[in-house]
């Protein structure tokens, strides 16, 4: 599908989120709009003629240099889904919170707008530590809605954490209203979410439970086996040092990483991929555009 960015939109887009008094509720739908609408700034600029992304936004990074790679629609703001739990999770261990604690599911957690499915029943016992894994490596909406509601002042506080932090960031085009990504209203520009990356990188748990294939947890009823919803994580051919997908209609399919690409670390924002497979294919592109232009550039050195 093809999408058309309007400078107007951004104007409604911020106005929207100026008028929203608190953190909106897993319960309040009717600040979900119906269509899949994006916002921009800028025009688009496209990626190298030599490699085709179906991503509507993308942009890779040098993280060690900065130098921008490869971008397109870069400056776009939009909806970013799950990626919001990157955000989540760095607000949760700022705080230094126990992870060994106990946090139990409860109704307010659930997800009353979109339906998201989950394999936490109300009343499960998990440990903040395995909590905040789920929510990364399995994208568990209850579990990241939980972190934010157990944090000290509740969910009003972890919100406005959660846009602190981002503003010490220096990420001018992000802003937050839940801790999941449940809500349309948590919108980024790819070249913020490069920013937002590289400083989750600095957490090693974050390294860790991103890129964790699969995981057993044991709750206070059962045990349960989850899975990483990157589908390249655990690819020979990959080095993922960081991971997270996203996905809400508003936002398309998301993915972001850091990786090792042609010897070097670089990282990766795919945003509103149409296409449950579409995200995974933009990455592997992108990885052989790079592979292939190391290669030509060693051929011209010889």
Not at 28 to 38: G, L
Not at 69 to 87: D, F, G, H, R, W
Not at 103 to 125: A, G, K, W
Not at 246 to 274: N, Y
């Amino acid at each position: 599908m093809a999408h058309r960015y309007v400078l107007g939109m951004v104007i409604l887009l911020s106005g929207a989120i100026m008028a929203v008094p608190g953190v909106v509720g897993f319960s309040d739908a009717s600040r979900i709009p119906a269509n899949h609408v994006n916002y921009s700034r800028t025009k688009a600029v496209r990626a190298p003629r030599n490699l085709v992304l179906r991503s509507a936004s993308a942009l890779v990074e040098d993280q060690m240099t900065g130098e921008c790679l490869v971008q397109k629609q870069a400056e776009a703001i939009m909806p970013i889904a799950s990626i919001t739990k990157l955000m989540t999770a760095m607000v949760v261990l700022d705080a230094k919170m126990d992870l060994e604690e106990s946090i139990t599911i409860e109704s307010e957690d659930v997800d009353t707008v979109r339906h998201s499915r989950s394999r936490l029943p109300v009343n499960t016992t998990l440990t903040r530590g395995d909590t905040l894994l789920l929510a990364l490596m399995a994208s568990e909406n209850r579990a990241a809605y939980a972190l934010g509601r157990t944090y000290p002042g509740g969910l009003g506080a972890f919100v406005a954490a959660m846009n602190a932090k981002a503003r010490s960031l220096g990420l001018v085009e992000t802003h937050f209203i839940d801790p999941t990504g449940i809500h349309c209203g948590n919108v980024s520009s790819a070249r913020d979410l490069a920013r937002m990356v590289d400083a989750a990188y600095h957490y090693s748990i974050i390294r860790e439970y991103t890129t964790c294939k699969e995981a057993t947890i044991r709750s206070s009823s059962r045990t349960m086996q989850f899975h990483n919803t990157n589908h390249l994580i655990g690819n020979p051919r990959w080095q993922i040092g960081l991971s997270k997908t996203g996905f809400i209609d508003e936002a398309g399919r998301c993915l972001v990483m850091q990786s090792q690409l042609a010897k070097r670390p670089v990282l990766i924002v795919l945003l509103d991929s149409q296409g449950k497979l579409t995200r995974y294919g933009d990455a592997n592109r992108i990885k052989q555009w790079m592979e292939g232009s190391q290669t030509v550039r060693q051929k011209h050195r010889g």
